[in-house]
């Protein structure tokens, strides 16, 4: 896999997170986050790693399956654009490794704000100069689309490891994970409320 990608700035400046640590450290009490939960990703992550681009074309299948998801990558026209699609997977990849591997620390809180002003008005089609119809993902299938990007994750474990027990600290982990993830990127729909 690429160790970066166009428009990835994980490991450039970042602007700080509105979040502070002691909200990220509340919200991860809130999905039951455990030291076991990081070993456990860290362990997925050399499953899902190396298979990111057949997860990924599980999640694009799934996305391209559904107009009012891809309609959130059209070009001007309307009409999905392949370009952007394109652009927006070479970064889902290295998400994949980093919800993985990385630490959760200030900078994964920053790049995390980044990727939720990339789904809001404030930032979208910005990062890959695209003259959108879309202007926002819609906060509702942001939050939906937590079950299907779980769901679809299991048989990539249990393909990876033969011990049940395991399998499911994996998937839990995971699920824990994309929800936190989702959760700050809630933010920017509803600064003053979240
Ligand atoms: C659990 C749910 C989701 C996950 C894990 C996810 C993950 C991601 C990631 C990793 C990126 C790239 C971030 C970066 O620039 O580094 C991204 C961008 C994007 N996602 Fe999502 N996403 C989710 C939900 C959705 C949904 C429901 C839609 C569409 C309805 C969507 C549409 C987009 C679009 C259009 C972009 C590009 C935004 C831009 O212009 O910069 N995402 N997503």
Redesign the pocket.
Same mark, same amino acid.
């Given at each position: 896999m690429n160790s970066t990608a166009p428009?990835?700035t994980y490991d450039q400046t970042l602007a700080p997170s509105p979040v502070s640590m002691g909200e990220l450290d509340e919200l991860k009490a809130s999905v039951a986050w455990t030291d076991r939960d990081r070993a456990a990703l860290r362990r997925a992550g050399q499953i899902l790693v190396p298979r990111a681009e057949e997860i990924l074309d599980v999640w694009y299948g799934f996305?391209g399956s559904h107009s009012h998801?891809v309609g959130?990558?059209a070009a001007a026209d309307g009409q999905p654009s392949g370009e952007y699609l394109a652009a =927006?997977r070479k970064?889902?990849a290295l998400?994949i490794r980093d919800i993985c591997e990385r630490d959760y620390d200030q900078r994964w809180l920053d790049y995390q704000q980044e990727?939720s002003l990339?789904?809001h008005t404030e930032?979208?089609?910005?990062?890959?100069h695209?003259d959108s119809s879309?202007s926002y993902?819609?906060l509702r299938?942001?939050i939906?689309?937590?079950a299907p990007?779980t769901l679809t994750i299991r048989p990539f474990l249990t393909d990876g490891e033969s011990d049940g027990a395991q399998v499911d600290a994996m998937y839990a982990a995971w699920l824990k994970a =994309?929800t936190l993830?989702?959760a700050l990127w809630a933010r920017s729909y509803a600064p003053s409320t979240w």
């Open positions: 428009g990835y996305v998801l959130t990558f =927006v970064r889902f998400w990727i990339r789904h930032r979208k089609n910005q990062t890959d695209v879309s993902v819609p299938h942001l939906a689309l937590v990007v =994309v993830s989702v």
